[in-house]
């Protein structure tokens, strides 16, 4: 069908009622899903239908409605296939942070977190933070006041009490880099047996 055939109305009813089935049937076959097949193919008429007057005056209108459909279709299945390689990254990365918890769980000595040399460490890093940072650090970690109740109790803000304990956390990490896995379960193992 070329353009002049399909400007009236009643061409397109009759190219439309002709090449529906078929062109859902085109769609279908590549993404598998009957209403997003159909909600394509509709719309593709509806474009080609909308833009008529604009189309070149050899257009072949079978193969413009056809070449719509098709770019629907593969713009429908890369969108698709990155929503799975999404979800597939997210299930890797949650398979490497078990497997991280269970490697450190293992290689937890509970004689070593008890150990003189640590607790030394732990109390040398306590050392060096700025007191309003100890302070909102010790009432979080070991006396499990909520961040409200710690911004009450010391004119801060919420937003206040969240980065002093980021600031003590990364002095933290800085000082106690060979030992943070112990570190985080003697506070873990602390924090369950103050309550």
Same mark, same amino acid.
């Given at each position: ?144 006041? !909520? ?8 004119? @801060?803000? %919420?937003?206040? *009490?969240? +980065?002093? &304990? ?7 990490? !800085? ?8 570190? @985080?379960? %003697?506070?873990? *193992?602390? +924090?369950? &047996?103050?309550?």
């Amino acid at each position: 069908m070329n353009k002049d055939n399909f400007l009236n109305s009643n061409s397109f009813n009759d190219f439309y009622k002709n090449n529906y089935t078929k062109f859902v049937h085109f769609a279908y076959s590549y993404i598998k899903d009957m209403p997003v097949s159909e909600d394509f193919v509709t719309e593709s008429f509806i474009s080609c239908w909308i833009n008529k007057e604009t189309l070149g005056e050899n257009v072949n209108i079978r193969a413009y409605v056809l070449t719509s459909i098709k770019n629907k279709c593969l713009n429908h299945l890369r969108d698709t296939q990155l929503q799975e390689n999404i979800l597939k990254k997210m299930s890797e990365y949650s398979i490497w942070d078990r497997e991280m918890r269970i490697n450190s769980l293992e290689a937890c000595d509970p004689e070593e977190i008890y150990s003189g040399e640590l607790q030394a460490l732990l109390d040398k890093a306590l050392a060096v933070m700025p007191e309003k940072t100890l302070a909102v650090f010790m009432a979080s970690r070991y006396q499990d006041k !909520t961040y409200k109740e710690i911004a009450e109790e010391m004119g @801060l803000s %919420a937003k206040g *009490v969240g +980065f002093h &304990i980021t600031k003590a956390l990364k002095i933290l990490r !800085t000082h106690l880099k060979d030992y943070i896995a112990s570190i @985080l379960f %003697a506070l873990f *193992v602390c +924090f369950f &047996i103050n309550n």
